[in-house]
Nanobody, 121 residues
């Protein structure tokens, strides 16, 4: 079984920065695509950014130029650097990974538990 654990959330002022991390742990796995999602109160979950195993990235229009997704394949970790934060970025951020389980010969989608990001003065 593979677990994803997020960290780095918290309170930031408008215009400030936060860096989220999502680390995968377990055995006999390879991580393919990794993504960050967010869900604000009363709103649907939305894709924030994604990165493929080769490093190709995509972003929601609302975060382009402010957020940067990256990954360290040796550490099985994905990061989300969030700059120029706005109050509307306030949400629970969760990472999702497409994982190949070599011992089962199967691909599964795994979610982290989520981390709260609050942007407020």
């Amino acid at each position: 079984q593979v677990q994803l654990v997020e960290s780095g959330g918290g309170l930031a002022q408008p215009g400030g920065s936060l860096r989220l991390s999502c680390a995968a742990s377990g055995r006999f796995f390879t991580i393919n695509d990794m993504e960050w999602y967010r869900q604000a109160p009363g709103k649907q979950r939305e894709l924030v950014a994604g990165i493929t195993i080769s490093g190709r990235t995509n972003y929601a229009d609302s975060v382009k130029g402010r957020f940067t997704i990256s990954r360290d394949n040796a550490k099985n970790t994905v990061y989300l650097q969030m700059n120029s934060l706005k109050p509307e970025d306030t949400a629970v951020y969760s990472c999702n990974a497409e994982i190949w389980l070599s011992n089962l010969g199967a691909t599964v989608s795994s979610w982290g538990q989520g981390t709260q990001v609050t942007v407020s003065s």
